[in-house]
């Protein structure tokens, strides 16, 4: 059975379910990602709220600082985020590796996923988006299909305040060389327009809910128009084992054990992307 449309995506991916993953894995290689509602629990998405509140009130050094003015020194604080938690924080670490996201993201790529990068968005009203892109322009993956994403709602997330957009069928693509995004609209510079044809999709989530897509599936988020919600997410990328090579910044990569392996360094991809630091 084949999904094209997110309506059946949601109707067929309504719970997590081990027996039905086989189901997640045939709407993932239709559109190119699904979403699975209620995956994580009210009560885990607020343990998980309340840890990066603590985060964001104490900081953290060499992740997120702030200046003699409170005001945050990394990235500009329309659009502040976090990246790599897993590598100072607990609980990031165990949202990495949890096995109902690992199971889907195993079946979805026939590969055993590698824990690759966690990051938190706070996205405040009036925050910036994040222009339309493909995550494995980055991660640089060098099986073709090898990187995929889990982006878990912490907040309802809809059009007003910035929910995700993603572009069905886009999957199938390969790696578009970005063009420039309108800064006064997206905090990143990237912009992947996509192909006649095809075009984005919003993906409405409510607290809990999970987005799996894949490294070529074209996605992104437009600015926070709310003057009163956040859209608080967190999200996780995985490099399937078969990838061989991938962008140094995610190293070191996890297994589902907890032990940490490092891929050989990608040649920039096929736009000369050599990455430094989070897309």
């Known amino acids: 059975m084949k999904y094209t449309t997110l309506e059946s995506c949601y109707t067929e991916c309504a719970m997590f379910d081990q027996s039905r993953v086989e189901t997640y894995r045939e709407a993932y290689l239709a559109d190119g990602y699904c979403v699975i509602r209620s995956l994580l629990s009210a009560s885990e998405v607020e343990v998980i709220a309340d840890r990066f509140e603590q985060i964001w009130r104490e900081g953290v050094p060499g992740f997120l ?5 409170g005001q945050i020194n990394w990235l500009k604080e329309r659009y502040p985020r976090i990246v790599h938690p897993h590598r100072f924080d607990e609980l990031s670490k165990k949202l990495l590796l949890n096995p109902k996201l690992l199971a889907v993201v195993a079946a979805c790529l026939s590969d055993e996923p590698l824990g690759a990068q966690t990051m938190y968005y706070w996205k405040h009203p009036g925050s910036l988006g994040q222009a339309l892109h493909q995550d ?50 997206f905090y990143f510079s990237d912009y992947v327009a996509p192909p ?21 599936t074209i996605h992104g ?23 061989s090579q991938s962008a140094g910044f995610y190293n070191p990569l996890i297994r589902s054990d907890g032990t940490e392996i490092s891929n050989e360094e990608s040649d920039g991809g096929p736009c000369g992307i050599f990455v430094s630091a989070p897309h």
């Open 65 to 69: 600082e702030r200046d003699e003015q």
């Open 136 to 185: 494995n322009l980055y991660l640089q993956a060098s099986d073709a299909a090898g990187c995929m994403a889990a982006w878990i709602a912490i907040d309802p997330a809809d059009e007003e305040n910035g929910c995700m957009h993603v572009v069905p069928g886009s999957h199938r693509l390969d790696i578009i060389c970005p063009e420039k995004a309108d800064p006064s609209q």
């Open 196 to 216: 006649e044809g095809l075009s984005a999709v919003p993906v409405p989530m409510s607290p809990g809910d999970v987005l799996f897509f894949g490294g070529r």
């Open 221 to 243: 988020s437009n600015p926070n128009r709310s003057k009163t919600r956040s859209r608080r997410s967190f999200i996780c990328h995985y490099i399937g084992a078969r990838s």
